[in-house]
């Protein structure tokens, strides 16, 4: 099976935990784009969502699912998002698609956070992923020497083809740290928001995935935290 086809699958089994009537909290990236395009096929089902993103938004209306501004939002069932790295007890690496802050804040009301991955994702120490740290942009120098103090080597995110630094949504800047071995992730994630300047890091640790829905070639797997 293509890596693709792998996304496909756990887009597909993450339907069982789309709650009938609920709205559901909806990530960014490849992976979240399988999942979109097969909610569509059950829109009827759901109150609505909220998007992680500007881009998952645009999808989302693009299918004529309702997307919700999470304050109007009480209460959320559950929250589908990928990863960009993910360890047996959880803890998620996520940011490649820059939407780190608000996938964090759209998981925090959500009463169950389902990772769909494909199993390349699942890793036993975070870090060879390069770790995204969302940032004020006029504190990009001054927290890219704290993160260099962590060992890792932290780099700014640009624009594909151009020196610019990439903007979020936010308005925020995107230092990708590389070079880490993080065998304590809360502890790392705990340590690089007390860094002032940091608008949020791509560690999901402190409160990672409840379940993970693992594309394999022997099919997807189930792993609970």
Do not use: W
């Not at 939002?73 to 698609?97: H, N, R």
């Amino acid at each position: 099976m293509t890596q693709d086809e792998l996304k496909q699958a756990v887009a597909r089994a993450a339907i069982d935990y789309v709650v009938d009537g609920e709205i559901i909290g909806v990530g960014t990236g490849s992976t979240a784009n399988f999942f979109i395009d097969e909610l569509a096929k059950i829109k009827d089902r759901i109150k609505g969502t909220v998007a992680s993103s500007e881009a998952t938004a645009s999808r989302l209306r693009g299918h004529g699912i309702p997307v919700f501004d999470l304050n109007d939002v009480t209460s959320m069932a559950v929250y589908i998002d990928g990863a960009d790295e993910i360890t047996a007890s959880g803890a998620m690496i996520k940011g490649g698609g820059a939407a780190l802050t608000r996938e964090k804040i759209v998981a925090s009301v959500a009463k169950q956070f389902v990772c769909i991955a494909d199993g390349s994702k699942l890793v036993e120490t975070l870090g060879k992923f390069p770790l995204p740290v969302e940032v004020i942009p006029m504190a990009r120098a001054a927290v890219m020497r704290k993160l260099a103090e962590l060992g890792g080597q932290p780099r700014l995110r640009t624009k594909p083809g151009t020196d610019e630094a990439f903007i979020t949504d936010n308005g925020g800047e995107i230092i990708d740290v590389v070079g880490l071995s993080i065998l304590d992730p809360v502890a790392m994630e705990e340590r690089i928001n007390q860094i002032v300047g940091v608008i949020a890091v791509g560690l999901f640790a402190k409160a990672g995935a409840t379940v993970c829905l693992l594309g394999t070639p022997e099919g997807v797997k189930t792993l609970t935290f």
